[in-house]
């Protein structure tokens, strides 16, 4: 079955940089767009980032254009969120999401448990 | 940019039929997904490209998209369908951005 597990989430100071992973099992990872969505303390769905099935295109939300890096390894069945600069206002739950194989029209099938991320000092 | 609007919340009594809505200028000529989540867990889509559910999703949710409005419709509603629900439209090829609704809590009496 599928399975996608989050990791590296916790407390950083604002500033600083953290990143998050996410390890993909049960599909043909080398075929599926995959995304990151967050979620603040009390507010709704944010998608952050997305990256293509093989790795050469990515695209993100304006807030964290020039300090969120998408990146996976396609060997390794893994999605990567290289976040920097980080504010408080990027503290929220990051979920990794499954998209589909193109990049328009598309939805997401499948969602990781998600790793909280805490931007305090 | 393109924003979907939702009402902030519905409430409806068990068995009875809940409906909550997704505003958006044009919006039947993209393609609305649905995604319930619940607190501490992942969200799941229990519609997709308007009217699509997914394998395991009871035949209760349904979905339609008609001129600015697309609409998740769940009858014979249960107390474990209390959760906020969110849609979803990819923005546009020149934007690459997905987006979401504001939420919409529902509540079963």
């Known amino acids: 079955q599928v399975q996608l597990v989050e990791s590296g989430g916790g407390v950083v100071q604002p500033g600083r940089s953290l990143r998050l992973s996410c390890a993909a099992s049960?599909?043909?990872?080398?075929?599926?767009?995959m995304h990151w969505v967050r979620q603040a303390p009390g507010k709704g769905l944010e998608w952050v980032a997305v990256?293509?099935?093989?790795?050469?295109?990515?695209f993100y939300t304006d807030s964290v254009k020039g300090r969120f890096t998408v990146s996976r390894d396609n060997s390794r069945n893994t999605l990567y969120l290289d976040m920097s600069g980080l504010r408080a206002e990027d503290t929220a739950v990051y979920y990794c999401a499954r998209g589909q194989h193109q990049l328009a029209e598309s939805h997401f099938d499948y969602w990781g448990q998600g790793a909280l991320v805490t931007v305090s000092s | 940019s393109y924003v979907l609007t939702q009402p902030p919340a519905v409430s409806v009594a068990p068995g009875q039929t809940a409906r909550i809505t997704c505003g958006g200028n044009?919006?039947?000529?993209?393609?609305v997904h649905w995604y319930q989540k619940k607190p501490g867990r992942a969200p799941v889509v229990v519609v997709h490209d308007d009217s699509d559910r997914p394998s395991g999703i009871p035949e209760r949710f349904s979905g339609s998209n008609s001129g600015n409005t697309a609409t998740l419709t769940i009858t014979r509603v249960e107390v474990g369908d209390e959760a906020d629900y969110y849609c979803?439209?990819?923005?546009?090829?020149?934007?690459?951005?997905?987006?979401f609704g504001g939420g919409t809590k529902l509540t079963v009496l």
């Open positions: 049960g599909f043909t990872f080398s075929s599926y767009a």
């Open positions: 979803q439209v990819w923005g546009s090829s020149r934007d690459h951005l997905w987006l």
């Open positions: 990256v293509s099935y093989d790795g050469r295109d990515q």
């Open positions: 044009n919006i039947e000529t993209k393609s």
